[in-house]
């Protein structure tokens, strides 16, 4: 008998698991469109309750605190970020390939993403993901162009790094009113712009 207990005490409804999760992206999802309006640093988690139209006391329980919404944000920024393609060019000229599957990510979750990007600015965030693909560029850059100088290579480097971020997707949507199409154009031909001028540079 008190075996069937424990077994009924550890049975999980998955109809409330999901109910969960659901309850937590609708949350998550006020949070972002929050954040994308100019409010990150004066919400609050009563805030988030009232505009999401969810009990404060739920809210509290998935996250506590202004700090809690954030750590969840980048963590499903990150999960959005590692469905893309994987970042791993072999060449210079493979990098806007990726971008265009990458800003497809972006797209799909558009308020989140552009939330992300906003909330790591003004935090002065550095994930050490974004860091490595620093380092990987580099790298490719000087592959590509070894007469270049390091702090030529750290230049161009840099300038592709952030054509290939969240944070110039969302400029050019947010600050320059470009709608997807264009925004994911303008990117891909400022990036292939600069890589046909770095092996052109070499070719001389």
Request: charged share 25%.
């Amino acid at each position: 008998m008190s075996e069937v207990k424990s077994n009924r005490r550890s049975y999980t409804s998955p109809l409330r698991c999901n109910q969960k999760e659901n309850t937590r992206d609708r949350i998550l999802d006020t949070v972002a469109k929050m954040i994308s309006e100019g409010r990150i640093l004066d919400f609050s988690v009563k805030d988030v309750a009232v505009r999401t139209g969810i009990s404060y006391g739920t809210v509290y329980r998935h996250f506590p605190t202004r700090e809690s919404f954030l750590e969840a944000l980048y963590e499903e920024a990150s999960k959005i970020m590692a469905q893309s393609a994987p970042f791993n060019p072999q060449s210079l000229d493979d990098i806007p390939i990726m971008l265009g599957k990458t800003v497809e990510k972006f797209e799909e979750r558009a308020t989140l993403v552009q939330a992300f990007s906003i909330a790591l600015l003004v935090n002065n965030v550095k994930p050490k993901s974004r860091h490595q693909r620093d380092q990987d560029i580099q790298e490719l850059v000087m592959k590509s162009n070894p007469r270049l100088s390091s702090g030529a290579a750290g230049q161009a480097a840099a300038i592709i790094s952030h054509l290939c971020s969240s944070l110039t997707w969302a400029t050019l949507k947010q600050r320059y009113g470009l709608n997807s199409i264009d925004t994911a154009e303008a990117m891909n031909w400022a990036l292939e712009t600069l890589i046909q001028d770095l092996t052109r540079h070499e070719k001389d």
